[in-house]
């Protein structure tokens, strides 16, 4: 059975810091493993990783995937408030439509 | 931009009661899917629709079942609704086997069942 893990649950920081949020994933025929923010309503798409070793970046937000070691990690720097959410990550395969979601991070940005 | 809607952001039933939510894509995708989001669970996928008329079970479509008459439409039915149903429904789409695999999410509908 597919399965995508992230850690931790939970995490509250400060405005300011730094964080890293971790997604590693069993899955056969691996494609893609995505990252999704979701704030009170719909999961928004952040990354798309396909390639080891290979960031991603959007600002104060980034990502990479290591294919042989099966996880990938969210960095976000300087963080505000606005970072508040649950951050999902998902893994695709070939051959079938469905993604594989994680149960989420949620975190939290104290100011 | 790709836009998604879901008939409702709220939703109050009764046991027994049967439920439609629907969704609706705006950009021509192939690929439609409900999930139910619970605490603890993350999102796990019900149904899912490759094309008009035709459906994918997901992980957990026990007490569902879906329509997809258009392309644009994809209904998620609770045919008796039980309070185990109670959750918060998303609906997404995606373009065809070639595009890109990002999904693309509603709003969602938190459904109470009492």
Same mark, same amino acid.
């Not at chain 1, 080891?52 to 505000?80: M, P, V, W, Y």
């Not at chain 2, 894509?25 to 192939?30: N, P, S, T, W, Y």
């Not at chain 2, 569902?64 to 609704?81: D, H, P, T």
């Given at each position: 059975?597919?399965?995508?893990? &992230?850690s931790?649950?939970?995490?509250?920081?400060h405005?300011?810091?730094?964080?890293?949020?971790?997604?590693?994933?069993?899955?056969?025929? @691996?494609?893609?493993?995505?990252?999704y923010? &979701?704030?009170?309503?719909?999961?928004?798409?952040?990354?798309?990783?396909?390639?080891?070793? $290979?960031?991603?970046?959007?600002?104060?937000?980034?990502?990479?995937?290591?294919?042989?070691?099966?996880?990938?990690?969210l960095?976000?720097?300087?963080? &505000?408030?606005?970072?508040?959410?649950?951050?999902l990550?998902a893994?695709? $395969? @070939?051959g079938?439509?469905?993604?594989t979601?994680?149960?989420?991070?949620?975190l939290? $940005? $104290?100011? | 931009?790709?836009?998604?809607t879901?008939?409702?952001? /709220?939703?109050?039933?009764?046991?027994?009661? *049967?439920?439609?939510?629907?969704?609706?894509?705006? +950009?021509?995708?192939?690929? +439609?899917?409900?999930?139910?989001?619970?605490?603890?669970?993350?999102?796990?996928?019900?149904?899912?629709? /490759?094309?008009? *008329?035709? *459906?994918?079970k997901?992980?957990?479509?026990?007490?569902?079942?879906?329509?997809?008459?258009? *392309?644009?439409?994809?209904?998620?039915?609770?045919?008796?609704?039980?309070?185990?149903?109670?959750? +918060? /429904?998303?609906?997404?789409?995606?373009?065809?086997a070639t595009?890109?695999?990002?999904? /693309?999410?509603?709003?969602?509908?938190?459904?109470?069942?009492?």
């Amino acid at each position: 059975e597919d399965k995508v893990v &992230q850690s931790p649950l939970s995490l509250v920081v400060h405005e300011g810091d730094t964080v890293t949020l971790n997604c590693s994933y069993e899955v056969t025929n @691996f494609r893609s493993l995505l990252w999704y923010k &979701q704030e009170k309503k719909a999961p928004t798409f952040l990354f798309m990783l396909t390639s080891s070793g $290979i960031e991603k970046k959007s600002g104060r937000l980034s990502s990479i995937l290591d294919k042989k070691e099966l996880f990938s990690i969210l960095n976000i720097t300087a963080t &505000q408030t606005g970072d508040s959410a649950v951050y999902l990550c998902a893994s695709s $395969i @070939f051959g079938n439509e469905k993604l594989t979601f994680g149960t989420g991070t949620r975190l939290t $940005i $104290i100011p | 931009d790709v836009k998604v809607t879901q008939s409702s952001r /709220y939703l109050v039933k009764r046991t027994g009661e *049967k439920v439609f939510l629907e969704c609706v894509q705006d +950009m021509d995708h192939e690929n +439609m899917f409900w999930y139910r989001q619970d605490p603890g669970l993350g999102l796990r996928l019900i149904y899912f629709s /490759y094309d008009v *008329k035709m *459906k994918e079970k997901g992980d957990i479509p026990e007490g569902y079942s879906v329509s997809r008459e258009k *392309k644009e439409r994809f209904s998620l039915i609770l045919e008796s609704a039980s309070t185990n149903q109670t959750s +918060m /429904y998303l609906c997404a789409s995606r373009g065809g086997a070639t595009a890109s695999e990002t999904q /693309y999410f509603g709003p969602g509908t938190r459904l109470l069942v009492l």
